[in-house]
């Protein structure tokens, strides 16, 4: 609480990794799924947050929120199945309506805001970290 805005950023990656494996109701499923999703964007050329496309912190936070969404009674199933969930629910997500696997509002000034930032307006896809303050993972994914 009493940390600078620049460590408090610095920190932002490794309390959002933490905070993520509290968010998913199994983390086993959800760390399973992850590596099956992270396999597929490596293979396919779209893994790489400083090429524009999404990197490791936006994939996790994708999977956790499919996670989410499945409860408890979807991550009894196969990893199949949440892989499945995942590319449904991504391929018809209302982009860019962000994506939150948990809402914070008390934010301090540097953290995401589209309401007073017209910059966080333009982000294509925003994927929206878990811990304060809240940013955007994927700000270099473009339109084109």
């Given at each position: 609480k009493d940390m600078d805005q620049k460590c408090l950023r610095s920190l932002?990656?490794?309390?959002?990794?933490?905070e993520i494996l509290q968010l998913?109701?199994?983390?086993?499923?959800?760390?399973?799924?992850l590596r099956v999703i992270k396999l597929w964007a490596r293979r396919n050329g779209l893994y790489g947050n400083m090429l524009g496309f999404l990197g490791g912190a936006s994939w996790a936070i994708l999977v956790a929120k499919v996670c989410q969404l499945a409860g408890i009674e979807g991550n009894l199933g196969s990893c199949v199945n949440l892989v499945h969930r995942f590319f449904y629910t991504f391929a018809n997500w209302n982009w860019p309506e962000p994506v939150y696997i948990k809402k914070v509002d008390a934010q301090p000034y540097p953290a995401w805001n589209p309401a007073m930032n017209h910059y966080d307006r333009e982000h294509a896809m925003p994927i929206i970290t878990s811990s304060v303050p809240q940013m955007n993972?994927?700000?270099n994914v473009t339109k084109t």
């Open positions: 932002n990656g490794y309390r959002a990794t933490c998913v109701p199994s983390v086993e499923k959800f760390r399973l799924t993972s994927a700000v």
